[in-house]
């Protein structure tokens, strides 16, 4: 999905999850970006999973969001630092694959429990060996979709 039509479906109350390990360098984009969000005025409850994300979802449903974004690394084949706008069902029925196998499970579990909508901000990481740091890349576009959350979901 294109950013505009991402943009326009983000509705109510929103919630913005972010996944990362922030020992393996561009996997911790989604803790990344969340953070760098806490420090801004927007309309949305902010979580910060970091690699388990299971143990928030009781959390996560507690706030009964009408929206709920994910974002994480995923690994797609592309181009360092790409960026795809995916529903829930992008992620739960293709070969898209998450580096955390358990968010498919996250999302049916709190589809269960909850009507929302489930969105996943994925970037393509470049490097995510244990010990390193977030690449200029990936922080680059971060940066970017940090702006972007903020324009949408301003006070």
Same mark, same amino acid.
């Given at each position: 999905?294109?950013?505009?039509?991402?943009?326009?479906?983000?509705?109510?109350?929103?919630?913005?999850?972010?996944i990362g390990n922030p020992l393996r360098g561009d996997d911790a984009v989604g803790?990344?970006?969340?953070?760098?969000? +806490? $420090?801004? =005025?927007?309309?949305?409850?902010? &979580?910060?999973?970091?690699? #388990?994300? /299971?143990? @928030? !979802?009781?959390? *996560?449903?507690?706030?009964?969001?009408?929206?709920?974004?994910?974002?994480?690394?995923?690994?797609?084949?592309?181009?360092?630092?790409?960026?795809v706008f995916l529903k829930e069902e992008n992620l739960l029925h293709t070969g898209?694959?998450?580096?955390? +196998? $358990?968010? =498919?499970?996250?999302?049916?579990? &709190?589809?269960?429990?909850? #009507?929302? /909508?489930? @969105? !996943?901000?994925? *970037?393509?990481?470049?490097?995510?060996?244990?010990?390193?740091?977030?690449?200029?890349?990936?922080?680059?576009?971060?940066?970017?979709?940090?702006?972007?959350?903020?324009?949408?979901?301003?006070?």
């Open positions: 999905m294109e950013l505009n039509e991402f943009l326009k479906q983000i509705k109510g109350r929103v919630l913005i999850a972010g803790s990344y970006i969340v953070k760098a969000l +806490s $420090n801004e =005025k927007i309309n949305a409850i902010l &979580i910060d999973c970091e690699d #388990k994300p /299971e143990r @928030f !979802i009781d959390k *996560i449903i507690q706030h009964k969001p009408d929206t709920v974004i994910f974002i994480d690394a995923v690994h797609m084949n592309h181009e360092p630092a790409a960026v898209i694959s998450s580096h955390q +196998s $358990n968010l =498919k499970m996250c999302i049916e579990y &709190i589809r269960s429990k909850i #009507k929302t /909508e489930i @969105f !996943i901000i994925g *970037i393509q990481p470049e490097n995510t060996d244990f010990g390193k740091s977030v690449s200029e890349k990936v922080l680059g576009v971060a940066e970017i979709l940090k702006n972007i959350l903020i324009q949408a979901l301003k006070k």
